[in-house]
């Protein structure tokens, strides 16, 4: 069974600041990893994915690693900014499945 | 594309009332699923389709949970009779395909009340 989690829980930085959210997963045999952001009552709106066969994805200021074989992903994100306060959630498609495993959630507050 | 959409919103009933939630998927979408989230579980699959077949519906808590897709553009989740644990925000989500290349996309949730 897949296990996702996802550290810290929550974090508060100051506006400006560059920060790294961590998700591990206990199977390192996936498909690909997905991260979504989540405001408040609100829906997944997904970020970026990561294939199985790939190392980074990028969009805006936005960085994703994926390392498979320690069972690992790290979403960096530079210059934050007070609009980037949200849930954010790894999710995990294990080879051979057609459904995701989500972790609980890292959620980011910046404060102006 | 206007994503997936999902109705209602909002949801408040009285225990041991019907609930349907309806899911609209992008067109062209073979994969359906329905989520759960709750506070304490965090999001959990309850049952999902392919080609307006279901899968997998081992996450479907119980029997009073009912999922259909009649169509590619259509499925339903009802909850008969409801009660107050099934509390919570139902996402539905839909994929193009199996590859790995594909990710999900989710709806904007119904968010059910059962007092």
Redesign the interface.
Known sequence: KQEVTQIPAALSVPEGENLVLNCSFTDSAI??L?W?RQDP??????LL?I???QREQTSGRLNASLDKSSGRSTLYIAASQPGDSATY?C?V?RSGY???T????TMLLVSP | DAGVIQSPRHEVTEMGQEVTLRCKPISGHD?L?WYRQTMMR??E?LI?F?NNVP??DSGMPEDRFSAKMPNASFSTLKIQPSEPRDSAVY?C?S?PG?G??Y???????T?LTVV
């Open positions: 498909y690909n997905q979504f009552g609100k829906g997944l709106t997904s994915l294939q199985s066969s959630l999710a498609r057609s459904t995701l989500f972790g609980k959630g | 994969y699923f965090g999001l699959l999902y392919n899968i997998d996402f989500a994929r199996q790995f290349q990710g999900y996309t989710f709806g904007s949730g968010r």
